[in-house]
């Protein structure tokens, strides 16, 4: 039996999460491999008998990663299953994560999820989250991976009533929150000599050398190019988003967490008191960049 698990991060968690599942994954079968998407010919998916997904809860599944399930040949009959790691409202990726893969025939067997920091100029530093995905968490998806081998294995051997039935999850409303565009400031920019922003771009799609410079059309407000950017030379008006995202911190945000934290889905790595619910990130630490992608 042959494996995959194929994964898209922006910041780093969900490529550990991943790296757990796929050593839980190669504890049961040495025929498995891990990519991103962005490094995967979507077409070699056919080679596979089971495909793990993982990625980041972006209002539901990143447009990057539905492209890419979206150009996939058929996948009829094979197993498949999902993970992603989120901030606090993680429901909106399941809906579209199955309708995703079901769409291309393939029996998803398994879903979970885990907690992960988040980096958003419009939300507090530290977070509610951050910590997350800890040594816990990733012994946790160690045994989701070894799991779903295992799982997959009895399936494909005739034990078809192991398929799990999963609930009906209705897709949350999207969240309506302002989506500020990025642009340039010509003068502190340093391409073609620095990529960072063109290489990042989880859509593919910024082009400096066009004139005007362009940023991504179908951009996904992740705001990955101001906060990279190590001269400040993307300007992101974060203002409107900052305002509205800190009322659904105290409107949704805080309640949800603490019920989570209640039924001891949550554990809570950073106290409440050191999150400072009334200040975005961007205007705690505006220095440039805002984050640096780790060398790993
Ligand atoms: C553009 C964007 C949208 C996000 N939307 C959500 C969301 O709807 N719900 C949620 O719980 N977390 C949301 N988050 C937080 C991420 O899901 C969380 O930080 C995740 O662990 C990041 O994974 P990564 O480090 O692998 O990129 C969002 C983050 C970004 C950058």
Same mark, same amino acid.
């Given at each position: +039996?042959?494996?995959? #698990?194929?994964?898209?991060?922006?910041?780093? *968690?969900?490529? $550990?999460?991943?790296?757990? #599942?796929?050593?839980?994954?190669?504890?049961?079968?040495?025929?498995?491999?891990?990519?991103?998407?962005?490094?995967?010919?979507?077409?070699?998916?056919?080679?596979?008998?089971?495909?793990?997904?993982?990625?980041?809860? @972006?209002?539901?599944?990143?447009?990057? #990663?539905?492209?890419?399930?979206?150009?996939?040949?058929?996948?009829?009959?094979?197993?498949?299953?999902?993970?992603?790691?989120?901030?606090?409202?993680?429901?909106?990726?399941?809906?579209?994560? !199955?309708?995703?893969?079901?769409?291309?025939?393939?029996?998803?067997?398994?879903? *979970?999820? @885990?907690?992960?920091? #988040?980096?958003?100029?419009?939300?507090?530093?530290?977070?509610?989250?951050?910590?997350?995905?800890?040594?816990?968490?990733?012994?946790?998806?160690?045994?989701?991976?070894?799991?779903?081998?295992?799982?997959?294995?009895?399936?494909?051997?005739?034990?078809?009533?192991?398929?799990?039935?999963?609930?009906?999850?209705?897709?949350?409303?999207?969240?309506?929150?302002?989506?500020?565009?990025?642009?340039?400031?010509?003068?502190?920019?340093?391409?073609?000599?620095?990529?960072?922003?063109?290489?990042?771009?989880? +859509?593919?799609?910024?082009?400096?050398?066009?004139?005007?410079?362009?940023?991504?059309? *179908?951009?996904?407000?992740?705001?990955?190019?101001? +906060?990279?950017?190590?001269?400040?030379?993307?300007?992101?008006?974060?203002?409107?988003?900052?305002?509205?995202?800190?009322?659904?911190?105290?409107?949704?945000?805080?309640?949800?967490?603490?019920?989570?934290?209640?039924?001891?889905?949550? =554990? =809570?790595?950073?106290?409440?008191?050191?999150?400072?619910?009334?200040?975005?990130?961007? $205007?705690?630490? *505006?220095?440039?960049?805002?984050?640096? !992608?780790? $060398?790993?």
């Amino acid at each position: +039996m042959k494996s995959i #698990v194929i994964y898209f991060s922006l910041t780093g *968690n969900t490529k $550990k999460v991943a790296k757990a #599942v796929y050593q839980g994954m190669r504890e049961q079968s040495d025929q498995c491999d891990i990519a991103t998407v962005k490094e995967t010919d979507v077409g070699r998916l056919t080679e596979y008998d089971l495909i793990v997904l993982g990625s980041p809860v @972006w209002g539901g599944v990143p447009l990057n #990663v539905r492209l890419f399930f979206n150009a996939a040949p058929s996948l009829k009959g094979k197993h498949a299953a999902a993970f992603c790691t989120h901030g606090i409202l993680p429901e909106s990726f399941f809906p579209q994560a !199955i309708e995703l893969l079901e769409k291309k025939g393939l029996i998803i067997i398994g879903m *979970n999820d @885990w907690y992960g920091s #988040v980096f958003r100029p419009t939300l507090p530093k530290p977070y509610f989250t951050d910590g997350h995905p800890d040594e816990t968490d990733l012994k946790e998806a160690e045994a989701f991976g070894r799991e779903m081998v295992e799982l997959s294995r009895r399936i494909y051997a005739g034990e078809t009533h192991l398929i799990p039935t999963f609930p009906e999850m209705p897709t949350p409303p999207p969240s309506n929150l302002p989506k500020p565009r990025p642009t340039l400031i010509k003068e502190k920019c340093g391409f073609p000599k620095c990529r960072l922003c063109v290489d990042n771009c989880p +859509m593919e799609d910024i082009d400096l050398s066009a004139s005007p410079p362009r940023f991504a059309r *179908n951009c996904t407000s992740c705001f990955f190019c101001e +906060m990279i950017c190590p001269r400040g030379a993307i300007h992101i008006d974060y203002e409107a988003r900052a305002k509205a995202s800190l009322e659904r911190v105290e409107e949704i945000f805080l309640k949800r967490l603490e019920q989570a934290e209640a039924e001891g889905r949550f =554990r =809570r790595l950073v106290p409440l008191e050191n999150v400072d619910q009334k200040t975005p990130y961007y $205007k705690v630490f *505006n220095k440039h960049p805002r984050y640096v !992608i780790p $060398k790993d």
